[in-house]
């Protein structure tokens, strides 16, 4: 997913107010990070003027005092906020760059409420992206950045504590259904397991992300509905939980390994009367689970 580093926020006036705009912001992005396996967010930036790159970007301004770049905050916050803005210009700066023959080709959508166009936006809209933005004024500090006279909207990075919304955005960007499901649920596939799930386009047929997130939401809670107990053989030592959709008889059989990374391990996929017996698949799961903490755990 990319995030396009937003260049139209007018500096702060005060150095405080400056320097939290950028913690808060860098703070969102290390939680959406952690939840997206990092891999899977990159940065993308135009540089207004080819002489300022991202770091030097002004983030407080007043007559009387010092301008204050990003730069220059790196000086004045403890050491592990010091290396988060660090990874931060790491991944804007070494990330793509917008030319502007690119964005001469955009159209001039004015955001709402700010009154200027803004074709880095629109341009990240268009390629179906987040903005990333140092709400240095409140006029920035919004979920969504609407554009005047459009239904366009775009997604807002800018320090929110809830993130849920960009996040589950940023999942549903995932285009393989297997990269999706392992990094939305911190999940990992047994060997061979792959093999017993539908084509990705019946997924949704299935109710697999649906029903997955119900029960993530859940914490994984055995309630004897949407998930119960699986096992045939009782010396097993985890518990194997069968996730399980009844209306289209689609079940899938993981361990719940809580406070563990990945905590779902994933040993098999059955839909009912369809292939082997349900026992069947539930020996051949439970034995690849086994394999796979054995391998992990010892």
Request: hydrophobic share 35%.
């Amino acid at each position: 997913m990319d995030f396009y580093f937003n260049p139209y926020p007018e500096p702060a006036t005060d150095t405080e107010d400056g320097k939290n705009a950028v913690l808060r912001v860098v703070d969102a992005w290390t939680r959406l990070a952690l939840e997206m396996a990092d891999s899977h967010l990159s940065g993308v930036s135009f540089n207004i003027q080819s002489d300022s790159p991202i770091e030097f970007k002004l983030v407080y301004d007043n007559s009387s005092g010092i301008p204050y770049r990003i730069g220059d905050i790196l000086y004045k916050v403890r050491n592990a906020e010091r290396e988060k803005i660090k990874i931060l210009l790491e991944i804007f700066s070494k990330g793509k760059k917008v030319s502007a023959e690119e964005l001469e080709k955009c159209e001039n959508w004015h955001v709402l409420g700010i009154g200027k166009p803004a074709s880095v936006l629109e341009y990240a809209k268009k390629q179906n992206a987040v903005a990333f933005t140092i709400a240095t004024t409140h006029a920035w500090a919004i979920d969504r950045i609407l554009f005047e006279g459009r239904n366009d909207w775009i997604h807002n990075l800018w320090g929110q504590e809830d993130i849920s919304e960009i996040q589950d955005f940023c999942f549903s960007e995932i285009a393989n259904p297997f990269a999706r499901f392992a990094t939305q649920f911190d999940a990992e596939f047994c060997e061979g397991v792959k093999n017993d799930f539908p084509p990705a386009n019946t997924w949704d047929d299935y109710r697999i992300f649906e029903n997955m997130k119900k029960a993530q939401d859940r914490e994984f809670d055995i309630d004897g509905g949407l998930i119960k107990r699986s096992t045939i053989d009782k010396k097993m030592q985890f518990t194997m939980r069968e996730l399980r959709d009844k209306s289209s008889g689609a079940r899938i059989f993981f361990t719940y390994l809580q406070d563990n990374r990945p905590s779902i391990i994933i040993g098999g996929f059955y839909i009912k009367r369809m292939g082997p017996s349900e026992n069947t698949i539930i020996q051949q799961s439970a034995n690849r689970i086994k394999k796979y903490l054995r391998k992990k755990y010892g």
